[in-house]
Structures are given as C-alpha cells and as structure tokens.
C-alpha cells in the first residue's frame, strides 16, 4: 500500500466540468450521463438502479480468502429550486429542493428548465428597488416567500408565462459561478459535493493508472438524493460491510474542519460513525504524511447515515474536505482535494478493518471487537473505612 499521485489536471478539470452542469436533486439524468461516460474511460464497469443511481465495481486484485466488499460514496445532486407558483405579474414563487436558505438563493442567476425549453432569469426580493422602496428593502424577512423569479421574457402576466410553456413544477436551478485561483482556492456554488466526486473519480484514474492493488471489492457509488434525504438508502449491496461517505466538511467558528488537510468527522446528526473505520482513516493520514482534522458536525446528513438507517448492516465513516461557507458560495482549496484523493486511494488499497468483518454473522463474541482495553475499564477502587471503628473511636483519635 502507497500514497499514489493524483492527476490535478484531472481533478480540476472534472470539478468544472461537474459544475456545468445542472443537476438539482430530481434533475440529474444529464449528470448520471456524464458520469457514466467519466467511468467508462477509466474502464470500471458500472450498473445503474432504476432512478440512475450509479454502482461502479472495482474488482479485487489482492489473492487470498474472498472477503467483503466497501462503498465509497459521493452525491450527484445538488440544491435548487422548483416554481410553486405563477403569480398574476408573472413572476414566479419558488420552493426550495434540499434544505438551505433564502439569502443565498437571492440575487442568484439561473436557468429555469419548462418542459419544452429553458429560460434564464434572476432571484430577487420581492422589494427589488432602493429607488422605489427605499429603506423599506432592509425590513423584508428571510425566507423563501420574500423571494420571486424574474424570467427574463416580454412577461407581463401569468398567460404570458403560460405561453412560454412556463408550469408549476419547472425545475429552477441555480448558476454555479466557479472561480480556480491561482493561489489554489476554489470558489463556486455546489462544491457540496461535485468536489468530492471530483475527488473520488481523481481517486479511482490513480488507482487504475498505477495499477495498484486493490484489497477488497470496492462500489463507487454515485446517489442523486442525497440532499433531500434519502441518497444512498436502497443500493448499498449486501456484500457490503463498511461505507465511506464523501461529502463537504463545514468550516465556521468552533468547528474542526478546514480548508487544509482532510477532515474526518467523528459524528453527526445520525449519531457517531464507527469507530474503528474512523481512527483507521485518521492512521492512514498519520502514516503517510496527510494532514487530517477531526470534527464532529451538529446539523449534518450523509449518504453514510442513510444507508444505516434503512437498515444496512455496516461500518460507516466519512472523508470530507473542509469548506466555507456551505451551502452558499462554498470555498475550498485545490490542496485540499488532493488530499482527499490520496486518502481514498488509500483506503482502497487497504482491505477490510477488521478481519471478522469477513463474516457476516458471528455465533460467539470470541472475536467480536474491542474498543477499549481492559486496562482502560478498570476502575479505582476508594477503601472506606469501617462507619462502626468511627462510631467507637474515642474522642481526639486521628
């Protein structure tokens, strides 16, 4: 097992080529179209369930005893908006899909996509104009209802709209705006998580172009709802013991994450993830020289969670890079993502976490794990003296 060399020029040029395209979650054909062809040429085969979620399958080179296999997976989907509403002017009332707020959806460009063509148009507050509000534009609430779509048509009411082929249930998304730096940094809506399927397929191109060994089974899984909830529920496949999520790491105040080095959160909002596959990932970074961050993250959901909670039996953990401002105009650094590629090139040259995974069921607790020794569960005991030698104690006795 090694750190492999991650092609950069891959990594960022399949980041931009991600972020062309629209994909918000429920309008991902396009995406799934692209990702596909991505795997192709990399020569991994892949299946795809019903609604398009991707299984890629990356074959076991190591000899020795079958074992099970792991899941990397990475979401296709992105936040966006859908008309709720044609309003009698024509502007359009919109709902938002995945959860995230109005102040960042407002002034944004974007397409709205009918079914029968597109159009571009703006987000704006209800109260657009200084000049005819005046200071009245600063006491809008925040939230989606402040908000209206302006499609950039000869639109002076609803039937105009109507006549554009324009319905309730347009998907409305959102143009990404990417900026690479030349100081590394990469800004752009929807980095959450074209970056880290950038990472991954960085990832799988290092491992084919070496020909490095790969330990177990492994599924590049690429889910297209993840951020409305379900994302990897009904494709992790039962030969499947350990899941690793790749998502964004928030970066703010009192958080862990960072914009430097892979951040590998201990627990989020469905609880702790494993904890071997975690302090492993956190050893992989030790061992070959990644600088890692550890986090726990208060109001976060992954596709690593929805796997456990429609019931699969598995590991799970999670590699994120660190970014700011999630969910808006995200920022993280070029560095940062070549990290996490050399992280999951690793892991996947790893094998299973522990050896009894091998099965899926055990008939003893023989060689079921431990996470703490049996030094560290042993307890101090206080010796107490006996309550009858105080009573019967003669007075002034030390």
């Not at 995406?31 to 074959?59: D, F, K, M, S």
């Not at 959806?105 to 397409?111: D, K, L, P, W």
């Not at 989606?144 to 309730?168: F, N, P, T, Y």
């Not at 496949?237 to 914009?259: C, K, L």
Request: proline share 5%; hydrophobic share 40%.
């Amino acid at each position: 097992m090694k750190k492999l060399d991650i092609d950069t020029d891959y990594l960022k040029t399949t980041l931009l080529e991600l972020l062309a395209i629209p994909s918000p979650a429920g309008l991902t054909d396009a995406i799934v179209h692209y990702t596909g062809g991505r795997l192709e040429a990399l020569g991994i085969p892949y299946e795809l369930t019903r609604r398009g979620t991707i299984r890629g399958r990356l074959q076991r080179t190591r000899g020795g005893s079958p074992g099970p296999a792991c899941a990397i997976v990475a979401h296709l989907d992105t936040l966006g908006a859908m008309v709720r509403e044609i309003k009698p002017n024509g502007r359009l009332a919109l709902m938002p899909i995945g959860t995230w707020s109005s102040r960042w959806a407002e002034g944004g460009r974007v397409t709205l996509f009918s079914e029968t063509g597109r159009h571009r148009g703006s987000v704006l507050p209800l109260m657009a104009s200084g000049h005819v509000y005046n200071e009245l534009i600063d006491t809008q609430p925040v939230n989606w209802d402040q908000l209206e779509l302006r499609v950039d048509e000869h639109i002076a009411g609803a039937g105009d709209a109507a006549a554009l082929g324009i319905q309730v249930g347009d998907f409305v998304a959102f143009d990404a705006h990417p900026e690479c730096l030349d100081n590394g940094f990469i800004v752009s809506r929807y980095l959450d998580n074209k970056a880290g399927v950038a990472a991954l397929l960085a990832a799988l191109k290092a491992i084919k172009d070496s020909g490095a060994t790969v330990a177990m089974d492994c599924h590049p899984v690429f889910t297209l709802s993840e951020e409305v909830g379900s994302g990897a529920r009904a494709v992790i496949e039962e030969d499947v013991s350990e899941v690793i999520g790749v998502d964004i790491g928030p970066v703010a105040p009192g958080q862990g994450a960072s914009e430097r080095g892979v951040t590998i959160p201990l627990m989020d909002s469905a609880g702790p993830h494993d904890y071997h596959l975690t302090r492993r990932l956190l050893k992989l970074c030790d061992e070959h020289g990644i600088p890692s961050n550890r986090d726990v993250f208060r109001y976060y959901h992954s596709d690593a969670g929805a796997a456990v909670s429609a019931g699969a039996d598995v590991r799970t953990a999670l590699m994120c890079f660190g970014a700011d401002a999630s969910h808006g105009y995200e920022r993280t650094h070029l560095s940062v993502l070549v990290h996490l590629a050399e992280l999951l090139a690793l892991y996947i040259q790893a094998g299973p976490t522990l050896p009894g995974d091998r099965e899926r069921r055990r008939e003893s607790v023989g060689s079921f794990s431990h996470q703490l020794a049996a030094d560290q569960l042993a307890r101090e005991q206080t010796v107490l003296p006996e309550a009858g030698d105080l009573i019967d104690a003669p007075p002034g006795r030390d």
